[in-house]
């Protein structure tokens, strides 16, 4: 068998060669592949070895390697950097790209580096936008292969990368934690288009020397009395509405979860437009008050006093009505003012007790710490308590908010990796993508109700050497629904994967892909070549670059040609008579309110010949507190007063198709496109500012100051850049632009 690991691209004696390893590289090489390992037994070996043996065999190719977070990205770049032997001419340059990264700098060094390590957000962006070519990549690795699933960038890259007319193309993806069922791992596969499962757990005869054991302990902290009195009161205001619900027959269950809160609010907003019947709207009221009361009670049970307090200060504040009603209920008003006198005493929920004495017996033994909580307020208190502990030094790790930039992260990390602190404290961003070898103990403040984030929050420990994982749970509370959905959806994942082990690679059963019957074979497409010049010759559609979501859905149209600008009037243009103005109705109320929509509706008129307001979802009348009068007025309007056609889709996907449609009947009359549109002028005037207005950054009023200066367009196309910059609200920038466009040769190649 090859030895993957000892590859002339590879340094030597670099890495600690892992039968498993080997063996799982062996049957990912050759077809697209899901490999499932548990955290810390080198998956990113793995995907090393494969990108090794890829370029090595196909030499004018080059590898993509994606995940997730910025962090993680770089933490790739320096395990490959370490590994690879970075001075041969085979690899070449590594480059990493984030959206900090500019989009022509891009471009570029996808031309000169043969291995990207990348996010695939900006990856995503670069094939919407044509500046990468997926068909010059012989492998990408998908890292945190569960995130494949809906609207992430993952499932989209995938896609256009099956697409590309080649044979030298290959999948990898990589995950500790797929999901707890067959559906969802499934899902995976089938959106990364993979045949095979490569799948190694602890138990595994080949793996169980390599792993190091992790001690989970569950710690039952018990309810305070005072604590438990203020749950007891809004567990009682939320059975009032809970059975007012069940009384109109639209709930069952006596304990709803979240979810079928949710959809329960969505459904009563479509009853009661259609019923116009105040039942119904009391019943929305009340579900959102269980929402609420859901949330606040969480707060008490899991968090404590201070969370609870300000999310009750939080709801003063709110001038909706289910918070006004939820705060006038009795019940309510008692847990109110027994929250604040707690608060005044500097209750702490024994938790906070818990957490602190844990984290000074794990120091004490010399071991650093990662304690987890959900958020950023307990977070916040949590390193209050632990800072009156000379022996515990602790740093509080949270998302990118309040000037908390990556920079910043960065550098709490190295001082903690270092030994500046001892205990990090983080919210969920730290569940993922950091490089942290060396933590010992892990606390988690709370259970949490997923598989997929429990694994990966458990992972920051037991890489190197045996560790320890602390979980706190408050007796008789939602900590104990959690704690048992958890176990349960590990115990299932595991029993799914398992399963997997069995029909993928015991029996060497290959999992395929359902194809899509509507899909080409390889056979039938193109070359890359007349795949471009089809698209080329096709229909084209402008679309804002602030409508990323429509860009995406677009593009997955072959023989569309979906072009991303920044537009001065409207979200797309589909030939030189036709823009269109596209509206969710969330933003088509909320242009109603800050009255942003007539004037749209005007500059859309004025620049088109053709107008057209897309009207995009439901419940028009159901979602905000507007008059169903003053959006019919609004819509009387637009059809009315300024003669706009209203054409209303589903939902994006609705969306898409009929621009394309519309697209195709304007186009299909050999239409030209113009990025302006065809404006409709009626003085000689108009026309006089449309044209100088087509000149960069500049807008009606200035071309209309303009022309007062120097009277004629040719005066002004023949005048000096320096007279242009005094010209008030030009400058020095503006006028160098303009003056560029005029003297610029239209035969210019390069331009």
């Not at 390697?65 to 490959?80: D, G, R, W």
Request: net charge positive; with cysteine.
């Amino acid at each position: 068998m090859t030895e993957y690991l000892n590859h002339p691209l590879l340094k030597k004696d670099t890495i600690q060669r892992r039968k498993y390893q080997e063996n799982i590289i062996a049957s990912c090489s050759k077809k697209n592949s899901l490999v499932i390992l548990p955290t810390g037994i080198g998956k990113t070996i793995i995907a090393i070895g494969i990108v090794a043996h890829r370029l090595g065999k196909y030499k004018e190719k080059k590898a993509l390697i994606m995940a997730p977070t910025k962090p993680l990205v770089e933490q790739h770049l320096k395990s490959f950097t370490d590994v690879m032997d970075t001075k041969t001419d085979a690899i070449g340059a590594f480059e990493i790209l984030t959206g900090k990264v500019s989009p022509k700098k891009r471009e570029d060094i996808y031309k000169d580096s043969r291995i990207i390590f990348a996010t695939p957000q900006v990856i995503e962006n670069d094939i919407i936008n044509n500046r990468i070519d997926l068909s010059q990549y012989s492998i990408i690795v998908f890292d945190e292969a569960h995130r494949t699933s809906g609207d992430y960038a993952y499932t989209f890259i995938a896609k256009r990368y099956i697409d590309t007319p080649q044979k030298e193309q290959l999948i990898l993806g990589l995950t500790a934690s797929p999901g707890g069922t067959k559906e969802k791992i499934g899902a995976i596969c089938g959106n990364l288009y993979c045949e095979n499962v490569e799948i190694r757990d602890e138990n595994d005869w080949d793996v169980k020397p390599y792993i190091k054991e992790t001690k989970i302990n569950w710690v039952q902290i018990p309810f305070p009395e005072e604590l438990k009195k203020i749950s007891t009161l809004l567990e009682t205001a939320k059975t009032k509405k809970i059975k007012f619900l069940i009384s109109m027959n639209i709930l069952k269950d006596t304990q709803p979860s979240k979810r079928e809160l949710l959809e329960l609010s969505g459904k009563m907003r479509d009853l009661a437009i259609q019923k116009q019947d105040p039942i119904f709207f009391k019943a929305i009221s009340d579900v959102a008050a269980c929402i609420k009361l859901n949330h606040a009670i969480e707060l008490i049970q899991t968090q404590g006093i201070p969370q609870l307090e300000t999310y009750i200060e939080k709801l003063k504040k709110d001038n909706t009505k289910a918070s006004m009603t939820l705060l006038s209920d009795n019940d309510v008003k008692q847990a109110s003012i027994l929250t604040t006198y707690l608060a005044s005493k500097d209750t702490k929920h024994p938790k906070l007790i818990k957490a602190k004495e844990l984290a000074k017996e794990s120091v004490r033994n010399g071991k650093k710490t990662i304690l987890f909580a959900h958020y950023i307020s307990t977070v916040d208190l949590i390193i209050k308590e632990l800072a009156d502990e000379k022996t515990l030094k602790a740093v509080k790790f949270i998302g990118q908010r309040k000037g908390n930039t990556q920079k910043k992260q960065k550098e709490t990390l190295d001082k903690f990796r270092n030994g500046t602190y001892n205990v990090l404290v983080a919210t969920s961003v730290a569940e993922e993508g950091l490089d942290i070898p060396k933590v010992d103990t892990v606390i988690f403040y709370e259970p949490i109700p997923s598989e997929i984030r429990t694994i990966q929050r458990r992972g920051r420990t037991g890489r190197e050497k045996e560790g320890i994982v602390h979980i706190l749970m408050t007796k008789g509370t939602i900590d104990e629904s959690y704690y048992w959905s958890t176990r349960h959806k590990e115990k299932k994942m595991k029993i799914v994967i398992d399963s997997l082990k069995k029909s993928f690679n015991n029996t060497g059963v290959e999992l395929k892909r359902h194809k899509n019957p509507n899909e080409q074979t390889s056979q039938e497409q193109k070359s890359l070549k007349n795949f471009k010049k089809e698209k080329n010759n096709n229909i084209k559609i402008y679309v804002d670059h602030r409508e990323p979501k429509l860009i995406k859905k677009l593009t997955e149209t072959n023989d569309i040609e979906t072009i991303s600008k920044q537009l001065a009037v409207g979200d797309i243009i589909i030939s030189d008579r036709v823009g269109i103005e596209r509206k969710e109705v969330g933003d088509f109320l909320q242009s109603i309110i800050d009255q942003r929509l007539f004037k749209q509706m005007t500059e859309l008129k004025d620049t088109f010949e053709r107008p057209i307001l897309i009207l995009e979802g439901k419940n028009l009348y159901g979602i905000r507190n507007i008059h169903p009068n003053a959006i019919r007025g609004a819509l009387a309007s637009i059809a009315c007063d300024f003669g706009i056609p209203i054409v209303s889709t589903r939902d994006l996907d609705d969306t898409k198709d009929m621009i394309i449609a519309l697209a195709r009947r304007e186009q299909g009359e050999k239409r030209d496109i113009s990025l302006r549109g065809t404006k409709r002028t009626k003085t000689t005037k108009e026309k006089q500012e449309y044209i100088i207005s087509g000149f960069p950054d500049i807008n009606i009023k200035l071309s209309q100051r303009i022309l007062e200066r120097f009277g004629t367009i040719k005066k002004f196309v023949n005048c000096k850049e320096k007279t242009l910059e005094e010209i008030e609200g030009l400058g020095k920038e503006k006028a160098k632009k303009i003056k560029e466009i005029i003297d610029m040769d239209y035969n210019d190649r390069y331009i």
